[in-house]
């Protein structure tokens, strides 16, 4: 048993990933600590979509190991991995809710599939998630008729369904607008704090980051080149990190 | 160099596509003890792939009978007693037009349908979230598609045959004066049982090639609109030229060796 396998819900070590030629993750380590919020930002394209699909097996990494509460992942056959995927929850960037299904069925289908409950307890659940998102009355409607903010809250009702230990979070308040972008930073931080669970947030949305994050780690290059509270990346003069929070064209991060 | 490097880049397309096709039937096979828990889906696409077809099969049904009577009737003119229209329609519609071309007009529509859809799942993530609340796509959305296709395909093909029959029958009757009765005793005249059942074999082959090219080439959506665009495409292309091959080497398995003529 490792010293610290108890604190780290989540670690990744020598993480490489290639798409053709273009490197996307170089040698990329990085902790998670369990009840955690960690926003990680970079630039658009930089591999952070991917480093959240790497850590939950959606794509296969080239070189390294991802740790979850101590067993290796990267080598789970089919089974294990959807095991192990019963306790973690993702809300996708475009929320990726099922357009054949009804709001209340996205969010009941995990648990239709996978838990032992009667068909009413199922419906009680899922509107009780949808509840904790601030939706009521929306159950028989279709996924088309919501807007996108309600389609990010509806996709993290999803997410939480299955009461999962952690919670990944794609851009989660990119294309909304800034009033609805609060109103999703509001429910990450309670969802956290009402659910005990580890969260892992990707974005661009600096002021996303500092709100929702117990701690800010910057992904560039393919690597991990900061980490820490917001108020020391308030602080930081990392270079690259000043010129990335502050939203600078000048400075180490050329603009492509 | 230039041909070259095109034709090297189109073999390993098709190999690529080859062994990924082999990995989709492969998992599909793995489900296959899943089925029944599936049931719901699988009527539900039994509804969509084989009730959704009926009209277009109707149709192009008619008027192909209606057409092989007509033609039938002028290569006999003259030559050979038109009594033997009813045989010769019977045994094209049986063998052949009935099974293939029920699978070329209901594999352009259900494996395009399948594509597009699938691939827009793909797209926007859907699949991922699939996977990502431990649903194995292959079982929850090929699954269904492959078994309803494979059984749907054999009842239109037999409802394709009747009403293929029906429309040469009435044609006869109406515009070449042959009557009812003697169109039928054309078509008993050389009927044989292993032909109906020969060619509605080749269709649960047909039925299984339209659902899975829908799938595989929805499933390997790249990009946004255009990639479901050229996904559809894929499909169609690749459903329709797999059932004229396999047409080709099913009659020749069938006819030639399961049912092979006694000498």
Sequence with gaps: ?256 | MAPIAVLGRFFLEFVQDLGGMFILVGRLLQAIPRTFANTRNILQQMDRIGIGSIPLVLVTSLFVGAVTSVQAAYQFHGYVPLMYIGTVVGKSVILELGPVLTALVVGGRVSASIAAELGTMKVTEQIDAMEMIAIDPVEYLVLPRTVAATIMLPVLTVFSDLLAILGAMVVANISIHVSFNTFESGLKLLFRNQDLIGGLMKTFVFGFIIAIMGCYHGFETRGGAEGVGLATMKAVVSSCLLILISNYFLASLIFRIIFAPSS
Aim: aromatic fraction near 6%.
């Design chain 1, 1 to 256: 048993m490792e010293q610290h396998g108890d604190d780290h819900i989540i670690r990744i070590r020598g993480l490489g990933k290639k798409f053709g030629p273009h490197t996307v993750l170089d040698s990329l380590d990085l902790d998670i600590v369990r009840g955690e919020t960690l926003v990680i930002i970079g630039r658009s394209g930089c591999g952070k979509s991917v480093l959240l699909k790497l850590i939950t097996g959606l794509v296969k990494p080239d070189a390294g190991e991802i740790m979850f509460e101590g067993e290796d992942m990267t080598g789970f056959a089919r089974k294990k991995l959807f095991e192990m995927r019963m306790r973690f929850g993702m809300l996708f960037q475009g929320s990726a809710l099922f357009d054949s299904l009804s709001v209340g069925e996205n969010v009941a289908l995990p648990l239709r599939k996978h838990s032992k409950m009667t068909d009413e307890e199922i419906c009680r659940t899922a509107c009780e998630k949808l509840e904790l998102v601030g939706l009521t009355d929306v159950y028989d409607q279709f996924p088309a008729e919501m807007s996108g903010g309600m389609k990010k809250r509806i996709g993290l009702a999803r997410a939480v369904v299955m009461d999962p230990n952690v919670v990944l979070y794609d851009e989660p308040t990119t294309g909304l607008d800034p009033i609805m972008a609060d109103v999703i930073n509001e429910l990450i931080r309670a969802l956290q704090r009402e659910l005990e669970i580890t969260s892992v947030v990707v974005t661009h949305d600096i002021k996303s980051a500092y709100h929702v994050g117990d701690r800010i780690a910057m992904l560039h290059e393919g690597r991990i080149i900061y980490s820490g509270t917001p108020d020391e990346v308030r602080r930081t003069d990392n270079p690259v990190l000043r010129q990335f929070v502050e939203g600078k064209a000048e400075g180490p991060i050329k603009p492509i």
